[in-house]
């Protein structure tokens, strides 16, 4: 019902940059909250930023600082741009919407996932 498609995933070696860009379709009224998630082997998937409607934003301890969640609502978009990249952020991250259907229901979306790499 509504698709979640990821770019901008890579390799880049410590103190590098990338950004992650993530599309949304099918059938959405409306998307509140958009964010990125993280999950790296043997632990839990954990938030990185969220960002509302009305672009309040969220981060991670972990990324404050140095990376940056926006949004396009024009085009049910959100970018995550990562500035001062640390092997620890090395991760597959996931695109993630709480979206409100055309059949006004609640559904909450996401993306296939992206790997991020960062060589030390």
């Known amino acids: 019902q509504v698709q979640l498609v990821e770019s901008g995933g890579g390799l880049v070696q410590a103190g590098g940059s990338l950004r992650l860009s993530c599309a949304a379709s099918?059938?959405?009224?409306?998307?509140?909250?958009m964010g990125w998630y993280r999950r790296t082997p043997g632990k839990q998937r954990e938030l990185v930023a969220s960002i509302t409607k009305s672009n309040s934003t969220n981060y991670a301890d972990s990324v404050k600082g140095r990376f940056t969640i926006s949004r396009d609502n024009a085009k049910n978009t959100v970018s995550l741009q990562m500035n001062s990249l640390k092997p620890e952020d090395t991760a597959v991250y996931y695109c993630?919407?709480?979206?409100?259907?055309?059949?006004?229901?609640?559904?909450?979306?996401w993306g296939q996932g992206t790997q991020v790499t960062v060589s030390s």
């Open positions: 993630n919407a709480a979206v409100v259907l055309t059949t006004l229901h609640d559904s909450t979306a």
């Open positions: 099918g059938n959405i009224f409306k998307i509140n909250s």
